[in-house]
């Protein structure tokens, strides 16, 4: 059976050695997140945002119609996670700076949830290259999205349970295409008009935050 774009947004996908690369390479030290995937290709990595990519986290069901417009009436997306009731669509570099000022501009605040804009600056955990095991469980690391603080940035684990992130469109290639600001804004709003009252408004923001355990 051929698998679909919107398949994907409902299964976990595995990165490729491609793939890998490409996340690597947003760290200052790529060799050191590609050994640590090598010992673990479970293990959930916090890599920096403003080089390789930026991320724009989503309520989770906003999150799925933002994607799936993406899908059915643009260009795609770039590779799509999914973390504690949120969706991490991951963007050109620049997009979390531009982003919150364009959509700013459409006035729409009042029409969804809230978008938290990582960039430069920020650090963001992205999914394993494969899902853990299910049959055995184990403590994944803390989210310390935000701003850098001198942390690693492989992460620190700790022993506080939280749901695991994971990909719904996975990297698998070395220079994914990623959707740009403009892209974004015109995704968000015809998601944000088709759910018409669907949606509780709160406003957009680029000033990162934790995401819910």
Do not use: N
């Amino acid at each position: 059976m051929t698998r679909t774009p919107q398949d994907a947004l409902h299964t976990a996908a595995y990165v490729t050695p491609a793939g890998a690369d490409w996340l690597a390479s947003a760290s200052a030290s790529p060799r050191g997140v590609q050994a640590l995937w090598a010992g673990d290709p479970t293990a959930a990595v916090t890599l920096p945002c403003g080089t390789a990519f930026d991320v724009i986290s989503m309520d989770a069901l906003f999150g799925r119609r933002v994607v799936g417009r993406l899908w059915t009436d643009g260009p795609g997306t770039g590779p799509v996670a999914a973390r504690g009731g949120r969706v991490m669509l991951f963007a050109t570099p620049g997009t979390a700076q531009r982003l919150p000022a364009l959509l700013g501009w459409e006035e729409w605040g009042a029409t969804a949830p809230p978008l938290l804009c990582y960039g430069r600056g920020d650090a963001v955990t992205v999914p394993p290259l494969f899902p853990p095991d299910p049959d055995q469980p184990e403590a994944a690391p803390l989210e310390h999205e935000g701003r850098e603080t001198g942390a690693p940035e492989t992460g620190a684990r700790e022993t506080t349970p939280v749901p695991s992130p994971r990909w719904l469109v996975a990297p698998d290639v070395r220079k994914p295409w990623l959707p740009g600001p403009e892209v974004l804004l015109w995704a968000c709003v015809r998601a944000a008009r088709a759910a018409g009252g669907d949606l509780v408004g709160t406003a957009v923001t680029s000033t990162p935050a934790v995401f819910p355990g």
